[in-house]
């Protein structure tokens, strides 16, 4: 009877080490799922507050949200490493056209998105960021 209750303890402390694992994995992809949501979402809030703006659906806002994301990754990181020196003399706010050009460019990339000029862009990636944080917040995704 302790042999079979010693073994019982031991698959219960392997399945807990194993679903902790596994409770981690499916904590970070709902928290991705989590941030993917509302971004979504600021960018649907986004459009309808600003007139230079249109979103087809929420499809779209969901593929935008994608894209934006890939850009912030993967060309954010070098268009600010060779902007640097105008970054620097302008006190950082060469910034905000950096993140209106990755605008116009996932414009480009996803067709339902339509933004009608630099300014407009640059006023969506303001309130983009603005909206996003607010929402972030408020909803708390899991660290």
């Known amino acids: 009877m302790i042999i079979f209750f010693d073994s019982l303890c031991h ?3 392997y399945w807990r080490i194993r679903y902790n694992k596994y409770s981690k994995i499916k904590e970070k992809t709902m928290n991705l799922l989590l941030k993917w949501l509302i971004m979504a979402v600021s960018i649907l809030l986004a459009s ?3 007139p230079g703006i249109n ?3 929420l499809w779209t806002a969901l593929v935008l949200a994608v894209i ?3 850009i ?3 060309l954010k990181p070098i268009l600010l490493v060779v902007t640097l020196p105008i970054n620097v003399l302008t006190l950082g706010l060469f910034t905000l056209v950096i993140n ?3 605008v116009l460019l996932a414009t480009t990339i996803v067709k339902g998105f339509v933004v009608d000029g630099f300014f407009a862009a640059m006023i969506f990636s ?3 960021s603005l909206i996003n944080y607010v929402l972030g917040r408020l909803l708390d995704p899991i660290k």
């Open 100 to 102: 209106a050009l990755m």
């Open 48 to 50: 309808y507050f600003l």
């Open 11 to 13: 698959i219960e402390f």
């Open 55 to 57: 979103v087809d659906g």
């Open 72 to 74: 912030n990754i993967t």
């Open 126 to 128: 303001l309130l983009l």
């Open 68 to 70: 934006l994301g890939l």
